[in-house]
C-alpha cells in the first residue's frame, strides 16, 4: 500500500468571489453520506452573512460568563494581586488570538466547519480523531457551565421564593431544587441550539449587549453602596514580580489561553457563516481579547467593592447578586446569570461537538443530534469536581486541554498555511479516494505530530498531593519542566514536526493542491 493516494490531475471547478470567497458551481455535488450531510458541506456564499458586529457580539457574549468573571479570583488565589491577575488574563488572551484567526481564515473563504478543515491534514477519516477529542472537551465545558448556570439560578430563586426551597430533600446529595434547575437550563440550551445557526447569531447579538449592561448595573450597585472601592486594590502579591511569580506566572498563563484553546481550533464552525475575512479578523480582535480583559477588570473592582461592604472579597458573582434586598434587583440578576451562561455555553460548547459528532457518522448524525448527543455526555460526568479548587481548575484542567488542544491547532495552522499556502481542493475534503484520502482515510503524519506534541505537552503534568489527579513528579518526570508551558509546547512541537514529516514527500504549491 502507497503511504498516500495520487492526487487527480486537476481539482474540481470553483467559484471565486473578488474577496477571495470560494464556493462550488452549480452541478459539483457532495453526495456521499460517509463524508457529508447538509451540516457540514460548505456554507453557500449568499449565506455567508456574519458581520463584524456579529462576530463581536459572539466574543462578548461568550466572555460575559460566571467562570471567566472568576479568573481573576482564580490567580489571586493563587498570591497574584489584582493587577498581576489581569495583566495575565490581558496577555494569554492576546496570544490565544493569534492562532484564532489563522484557523478561523478558513471559514470565510471556503465555508467549511472545523472537522472539515481538519480532514486536509488528518486525512478524511483521520479527522475523527482531532474532531472527537474536541468534542469531548466541549462536552465537559457544557456540563460544567450548565451546573454553574444552575447553581446560579438555584440560588437566586431560592432568595426570590424563600422557605424551603434550598432545605428541599436531597438526591445524590443535591436539594432536588437544585436538580430542577440544573433539568430547565439544560433543556432551554438544548431548545435554542436546535433552531439552528441562525437562531443562535440572533440570540447573541441581544445576549451580549444585555449581559454588559447587567455587569455595569452590578459595578454600579456595589459601588454605590460601598462608597468607594475597597482594600482589596491596595493589596500586595504574596508573590512579587521576582522568582516567586514566574513559576506561577506561566503555567497560569497556560491554563489561561486554555480557556479559549478550544474556540481557537473550532473557531471555523462560526467564520464559515462570515461575510468576509474581513469581518472575522476586526470581529475577533476586538471582541476576544478587549473583552476578557475588561470583564476581569470588573470583576476586581466589584469583588475589591464587595470587601468594603461585607468585610470580605466574594469573587462569585451570583453569590454577590443574591445579597440585592429587593425583588426586582434578584430577579435582574437571576435572568443576566441565565442569559450570560446560555450565551457562552451554547456558542462555545454545543456547536463544535454538535459538527465534530455530525462529522463522525454524517448519515446517521446531524447537527441537532450531534447537540443533544453533546447534552446528554454533559450530564454524564462530575463538572463540580473539576472547578473544587483554584489548583485543580487552571492547572490540571485548563492546563492539560490546553497542552493537548493546542497539539491540534499546531497540525491545521501547519498544513492550512506552511503547506497549503491557504488552497484547499474543495471537493476533494468530501470525496475518498481523492487528495486527502492519504492512507486508508489517514495521513500517518498528523497523527505522530499530534501524539508527539501531546505527550510532550501534558507528559510532565503533575500535581500536588490531594490537589489534582497527576503524581507529584509528574507523569513522565523528566518532561516535568514542559507541563508548565503546555500549550505553547504542543503549538510549536505539533507545527514543526508536522512540516518537516509533509514537506519532504513532495508538497507541490500548485494552485488546488499541495498533495504529498
Excluded at 472545523?114 to 486536509?120: D, G, M, N
Amino acid at each position: 500500500m502507497t503511504a498516500t493516494a495520487p492526487p487527480p490531475a486537476e481539482p474540481d471547478p470553483v467559484t471565486s468571489r473578488p474577496d477571495g470567497r470560494v464556493e462550488l458551481p452549480p452541478g459539483v455535488t457532495l453526495d456521499d453520506n460517509r463524508f457529508s450531510n447538509e451540516d457540514l458541506r460548505p456554507v453557500p456564499v449568499a449565506e455567508r452573512r456574519w458581520s463584524t458586529y456579529n462576530f463581536t457580539a459572539l466574543w462578548v457574549g461568550m466572555a460575559h460568563n460566571i467562570p471567566s468573571w472568576t479568573l481573576a479570583s482564580g490567580l489571586v488565589a493563587l498570591g497574584m494581586d489584582w493587577k498581576q491577575a489581569v495583566f495575565t488574563i490581558a496577555v494569554a488572551n492576546v496570544v490565544v488570538l493569534l492562532p484564532m484567526l489563522l484557523t478561523g481564515h478558513a471559514g470565510p473563504k471556503y465555508g467549511i466547519p472545523f472537522p472539515v478543515l481538519a480532514r486536509a491534514s488528518f486525512g478524511l477519516r483521520g479527522a475523527n480523531l482531532p474532531a472527537l477529542i474536541r468534542a469531548a472537551v466541549a462536552c465537559a465545558w457544557f456540563g460544567i457551565q450548565t451546573w454553574i448556570g444552575g447553581q446560579g439560578i438555584y440560588i437566586l430563586l431560592g432568595k426570590v421564593v424563600g422557605g424551603g426551597w434550598e432545605r428541599a430533600g436531597e438526591i445524590a446529595g443535591y436539594p432536588w431544587t437544585l436538580w430542577l434547575c440544573f433539568l430547565v437550563f439544560w433543556v432551554l440550551e438544548l431548545a435554542i441550539i436546535y433552531r439552528g445557526m441562525e437562531t443562535l447569531r440572533r440570540f447573541e447579538n441581544w445576549a451580549a449587549p444585555f449581559v454588559l449592561v447587567g455587569a455595569v448595573v452590578l459595578l454600579v450597585w456595589i459601588a454605590d453602596k460601598a462608597g468607594g472601592f475597597g482594600s482589596l486594590l491596595d493589596q500586595p502579591s504574596r508573590l512579587g514580580w521576582g522568582s516567586d511569580f514566574w513559576p506561577v506566572f506561566f503555567p497560569a498563563l497556560m491554563g489561561m489561553i486554555g480557556f479559549w484553546s478550544t474556540l481557537s481550533l473550532n473557531i471555523p464552525d462560526f467564520t464559515r457563516f462570515g461575510a468576509g475575512q474581513r469581518a472575522q479578523v476586526w470581529g475577533q480582535t476586538l471582541g476576544l481579547p478587549t473583552t476578557m480583559t475588561a470583564f476581569a477588570l470588573l470583576s476586581v473592582f466589584v469583588t475589591s467593592g464587595s470587601e468594603a461592604v461585607y468585610g470580605e472579597p466574594i469573587w462569585d458573582p451570583v453569590a454577590l447578586a443574591g445579597k440585592a434586598d429587593n425583588v426586582f434587583g434578584l430577579l435582574f440578576a437571576l435572568v443576566t446569570v441565565l442569559i450570560a451562561t446560555v450565551s457562552v455555553n451554547i456558542a462555545a460548547n454545543v456547536v463544535s461537538p454538535a459538527y465534530d459528532l455530525a462529522n463522525l457518522a454524517p448519515k446517521f448524525i446531524t447537527f441537532r443530534t450531534g447537540a443533544l448527543i453533546t447534552g446528554i455526555v454533559g450530564v454524564l460526568i462530575f463538572p463540580w469536581k473539576l472547578t473544587s479548587t483554584p489548583e485543580l481548575y487552571i492547572f490540571t484542567w485548563l492546563g492539560v486541554v490546553g497542552g493537548l488542544l493546542g497539539t491540534v491547532a499546531g497540525v491545521l495552522i501547519a498544513d492550512y498555511w506552511i503547506i497549503r499556502r491557504t488552497v484547499l481542493d474543495l471537493a476533494d475534503l468530501y470525496r475518498p479516494k481523492g487528495r486527502y484520502w492519504y492512507a486508508s482515510g489517514w495521513n500517518w503524519r498528523a497523527v505522530v505530530a499530534f501524539v508527539v506534541g501531546g505527550v510532550l505537552a501534558v507528559g510532565g503534568s503533575a500535581s500536588q498531593p490531594g490537589k489534582g489527579p497527576f503524581p507529584k513528579e509528574g507523569l513522565i518526570p523528566f518532561l516535568r519542566p514542559l507541563a508548565d508551558y503546555g500549550w505553547a509546547v504542543g503549538l510549536g512541537a505539533s507545527l514543526a514536526l508536522y512540516t518537516a514529516l509533509m514537506l519532504p514527500v513532495g508538497a507541490r504549491r500548485t494552485k488546488g493542491t499541495t498533495a504529498p
